[in-house]
């Protein structure tokens, strides 16, 4: 079973641009979380997807979004992109509901610089 | 809210040795716990969670840890470490109903032959 794929792997951006990461979860897995880990603030939670509906956000500005498709890939997109963007994105998946559920399996992640 | 303390930033160890990597978290309600590890550049693997039962959990390559409600404390052990266990490991734990993690600082082991 492939796991967590998550695209590109390493971005160079400019500051102002915007940027959009993408995640294919573990088939069969409907539940997409995003995290931003930094060597300042470590690993922080950034919003959870479930069947297309955002049901979980962290305290970041407006300007971090996602969304979730029907086949569960999610993408997210920081627009307006300051130097403290810079940091390595993971993206997890989980399987079930609830308590049931399984636990997080992590992409390789996505490492964004912005200059 | 949730938060994780993990109580050492740095872990050097020679090869061979035993290693415990302390964690503590805040909440009194129920918990999901685990420990993930992290490679230069990569994302993290699952070593070992705690989800019910048992309190003394094992993992993978030789790691093990024990959930201690009172202390709310799930320290981690190896009894003896390699070179490849060079990694940064985190702490993190939910509640039942939410899918959100919240992580440790996390600790950085070094291990030295």
């Known amino acids: 079973k492939a796991g967590v794929t998550q695209t590109p792997r390493y971005l160079i951006k400019t500051r102002g641009q915007q940027v959009t990461l993408s995640c294919s979860p573990i088939s069969g897995h409907r539940s997409v979380s995003w995290y931003q880990q930094t060597p300042g603030q470590g690993l922080q939670f950034l919003f959870e997807?479930?069947?297309?509906?955002?049901?979980n956000k962290g305290n970041f500005p407006g300007r971090f979004s996602g969304r979730q498709f029907s086949n569960s890939r999610s993408e997210m997109n920081v627009s307006t992109l300051e130097l403290g963007d810079s940091a390595l994105y993971l993206c997890a998946s989980s399987f079930g509901e609830g308590r049931l559920r399984t636990e997080a399996f992590f992409g390789q992640g996505t490492r964004l610089t912005v200059v | 809210a949730q938060s994780v303390t993990q109580l050492d930033s740095q872990v050097p160890v020679f090869e061979e040795a035993p290693v415990e990597l302390r964690c503590n978290y805040s909440s009194s309600v129920s918990v999901y716990l685990f420990w993930y590890v992290q490679y230069p550049n990569q994302g993290l693997q699952l070593l070992l969670k705690y989800l019910s039962g048992s309190t003394l959990v094992k993992g993978i390559n030789g790691f093990e840890a024990e959930f201690n409600k009172s202390q709310t404390s799930f320290h981690l052990r190896k009894p003896s470490v390699h070179i490849s266990d060079t990694a940064e490991y985190f702490c993190?734990?939910?509640?039942?109903?939410?899918?959100?993690?919240?992580f440790g600082a996390g600790t950085t082991v070094t291990v030295r032959a």
């Open positions: 993190a734990v939910s509640d039942w109903d939410d899918y959100k993690l919240s």
């Open positions: 997807y479930f069947s297309e509906t955002q049901r």
